[in-house]
């Protein structure tokens, strides 16, 4: 069974910082492309951020040079490091594990950010 568990979210004052984890289970962790996602009601989920199993990043760019993906394989953690967070940074925040046509996601974590 494929487990994603997310952590980490709460509320922060703009400028502030949050780190989320997201620790998965029941996946070959290393070589699965690791994601994070947000969605506010209303619109559709949008792509954060994403890593492989290499390393290798892409950020979207309402983020870039203020979000920070990180990947711990040892741990079958990955980590999505906030700073300067913005109001509009508001959103449920979610985990995906993606390799060929499969697709798992955890359960979300809410980020309020406070002007």
């Known amino acids: 069974q494929v487990l994603l568990v997310e952590s980490g979210g709460g509320l922060v004052q703009a400028g502030g910082s949050l780190r989320l984890s997201c620790a998965a289970s029941?996946?070959?962790?290393?070589?699965?492309?690791m994601s994070w996602y947000r969605q506010v009601p209303g619109k559709q989920r949008e792509l954060v951020a994403r890593i492989t199993g290499g390393g290798n990043t892409n950020y979207a760019n309402s983020v870039k040079g203020r979000f920070t993906i990180s990947r711990d394989n040892a741990k079958n953690t990955v980590y999505l490091q906030m700073n300067s967070l913005k109001p509009e940074d508001t959103a449920v925040y979610y985990c995906?594990?993606?390799?060929?046509?499969?697709?798992?996601w955890g359960q979300g974590t809410q980020v309020t950010v406070s002007s």
């Open positions: 995906a594990a993606s390799i060929g046509s499969a697709n798992y």
């Open positions: 029941g996946i070959r962790f290393s070589i699965y492309v």
